[in-house]
Every structure is written in structure tokens, then in C-alpha cells.
């Protein structure tokens, strides 16, 4: 997925999370798929990106995210795109 639709993705889910408790899980398993689709943006684009916020582990992303509220994880989300827009930028 190219990185301008992974940041419209991204845009898409911070707009429609559910802020309900009943939905965080749902919401932690859609930040982790989102979290390694800019995994694989980073390493597509050639960004050099590393360290656990740029990690592969779907497992560990939803975990990390089960242990902050939403707007942790929404705000993780602005910065890898904010990360990945300025490498995109660069090339």
C-alpha cells in the first residue's frame, strides 16, 4: 500500500475509533494491522525507521496499545505518518 493511501487509511481510523471500552480491542487490532502496514511503508520507502514503534509484531502493537487510552495510540499513529510523509518528501 503506497503511503498516501496508508495515510488516508490512517486519517479514516482516527476519525471512526470507537471510544468505547467494548471496542478497544477492536480498535487495538486495527492500530496494529495499521501499525505494520507503515512497518512495511517504512521499509518499502527505504526510510530506516527502527525501534519498537516501527516493530513488525502485530502481537506487540496490540498489546502496547490495550495499555494506553486512545489518544496514545491515535497520536502514535500522526507521528509515523508524520515520519513517513517526511521521508516521502526527501525522495
Known sequence: MPARRTLALASIILAIAVPAAANAQ?????????????Q????????????????????????????????????QIQSRNQALAGCAGKK
Open 26 to 38: 477492536a480498535n487495538c487490532e486495527t492500530y496494529g494491522k495499521l501499525a505494520l502496514q507503515q
Open 40 to 75: 512495511k511503508d517504512n521499509e518499502a520507502n527505504k526510510c530506516g525507521f527502527n525501534g519498537p514503534d516501527w516493530s513488525t509484531d502485530l502481537k506487540g502493537h496490540i498489546d502496547w496499545c490495550t495499555k494506553v487510552g486512545p489518544d496514545k495510540w491515535k497520536e
